[in-house]
């Protein structure tokens, strides 16, 4: 029997943690991958958006073809890279498009685990139309009776509101680049390509030099966002969410056109990460600093999501800021 490999189950951002019926996961900077080990032998590894990743994480599907069920298997979950005491996105990063001695290398330095949240189906049994909770027990029950240890992990699960934001807290503090929060109704069938779970980022307040702007000088609508780098080069770190109106009001008069010796001039700015889509943007002297909150998930230096730009610090001049590949 050849197993369809669906489209991934969703998460919609929310302030608050749900209170009731639900039980609370944690979320992982990694690469959501549904894996499925066919009938055949044969293992598939599909994105969230269908890219085929088996030859990147040819160590993960060996493992597959290894230790999981011979009658088929269909799992959700996450791909990591636990390197220097943290997931390490860029690690994952590394395998795509890279030659075969590449990834050979990859896997050498920084072995990829599999975070399994969920049991799509099972030996000839679809277990999508089932709740979330019969799914889980079922996932558990797997992992027990087949042995699986690493590359494999259980994703933690709780019911306990109380624990999940007790997590939230120990992983915000240690910086380890856990994401935060997924939320799933304990009744919940699971609903391929529905934005029908809860998720909440751990996010922290720091600050960076406002280096460019989206819209313009006068009407910005969103800002660029840099930090100088040991050497005292201004090093792009990532743009903001369109600006609240107090954001606005505070830049209103405030940003100068940058001058010749603007460190971006000539570089373009991706709209978002993995996109080809680029900015159109107008580049600022980087003179003022302003206050952002950030969720954990930092590539190389670079935020991968856009901030919120909280306020405009006047207090502070830009060598205040925390430097490149700082907090």
Same mark, same amino acid.
């Given at each position: 029997?050849?197993?369809?490999?669906?489209?991934?189950?969703?998460?919609?951002?929310?302030?608050?943690l749900?209170?009731?019926?639900v039980?609370?996961?944690a979320?992982?900077?990694?690469?959501?991958?549904?894996?499925?080990?066919?009938?055949?032998?044969?293992? +598939?590894?599909?994105?969230?958006r $269908?890219?085929?990743?088996?030859?990147?994480?040819?160590?993960?599907a060996?493992?597959?073809?290894?230790?999981?069920?011979?009658?088929?298997?269909?799992?959700?979950? +996450?791909?990591?890279?636990w390197?220097?005491?943290?997931l390490?996105?860029?690690?994952?990063?590394?395998?795509?498009?890279?030659?075969?001695?590449?990834?050979? !290398? +990859?896997?050498?330095?920084?072995?990829?685990?599999?975070?399994?949240?969920?049991?799509?189906?099972?030996? $000839?049994?679809?277990?999508?139309?089932?709740?979330?909770?019969?799914?889980?027990?079922r996932?558990?029950?797997?992992?027990a009776?087949?042995?699986?240890?690493?590359p494999?992990?259980l994703?933690?699960m709780?019911?306990?509101?109380?624990?999940?934001?007790?997590?939230v807290h120990?992983?915000a503090?240690?910086?380890v680049?856990?994401?935060?929060?997924?939320?799933?109704?304990?009744?919940?069938?699971?609903?391929?390509?529905?934005?029908?779970?809860s998720?909440?980022?751990?996010?922290?307040?720091?600050?960076?030099v406002?280096?460019?702007?989206?819209?313009t000088l006068?009407?910005p609508t969103?800002?660029?966002?840099?930090?100088?780098?040991?050497?005292?080069?201004l090093?792009?770190?990532?743009?903001?969410?369109?600006?609240?109106?107090?954001?606005?009001?505070q830049?209103?008069?405030?940003?100068?056109?940058?001058a010749?010796?603007?460190?971006?001039? $000539? !570089?373009?700015?991706?709209? $978002?990460?993995?996109?080809?889509e680029?900015?159109?943007?107008?580049?600022? +002297?980087p003179?003022?600093?302003?206050?952002?909150?950030a969720?954990?998930?930092v590539?190389?230096?670079?935020?991968?999501h856009?901030?919120?730009?909280l !306020?405009?610090?006047a207090?502070?001049?830009?060598?205040?800021?925390?430097?490149?590949?700082?907090?």
């Open positions: 029997m050849v197993l369809h490999v669906p489209e991934p189950m969703l998460a919609a951002p929310v302030a608050v749900p209170a009731a019926g039980a609370y996961e979320k992982w900077d990694g690469y959501r991958c549904l894996l499925a080990r066919h009938c055949d032998g044969r293992v +598939e590894l599909r994105s969230r $269908g890219t085929a990743l088996a030859v990147a994480f040819c160590d993960i060996a493992a597959a073809q290894r230790d999981l069920p011979e009658d088929g298997v269909l799992l959700d979950g +996450e791909l990591v890279v390197h220097e005491g943290r390490a996105f860029d690690r994952l990063q590394r395998r795509m498009n890279r030659t075969a001695a590449s990834v050979v !290398r +990859e896997i050498r330095e920084a072995p990829a685990h599999f975070v399994a949240f969920d049991l799509l189906h099972l030996a $000839g049994e679809n277990l999508m139309p089932q709740p979330y909770l019969r799914r889980r027990e996932l558990e029950r797997l992992f009776e087949e042995g699986l240890k690493p494999w992990t994703c933690p709780t019911l306990d509101r109380a624990e999940a934001e007790r997590w120990e992983w503090a240690a910086d680049g856990l994401e935060g929060i997924v939320a799933k109704k304990l009744d919940q069938p699971y609903r391929p390509g529905a934005r029908a779970w998720k909440l980022r751990i996010r922290h307040t720091t600050e960076a406002i280096g460019g702007v989206t819209g006068t009407r969103g800002v660029l966002l840099g930090r100088f780098d040991a050497s005292g080069r090093r792009y770190v990532g743009r903001s969410t369109p600006l609240s109106a107090q954001a606005d009001r830049l209103v008069g405030q940003l100068e056109p940058a010749a010796d603007h460190p971006w001039h $000539g !570089r373009s700015f991706s709209a $978002g990460w993995g996109s080809r680029t900015l159109s943007a107008d580049l600022a +002297e003179d003022l600093v302003a206050e952002v909150s969720d954990t998930a590539d190389a230096g670079r935020w991968r856009p901030v919120r730009v !306020r405009v610090r207090d502070m001049v830009p060598q205040d800021a925390p430097l490149f590949g700082g907090e």
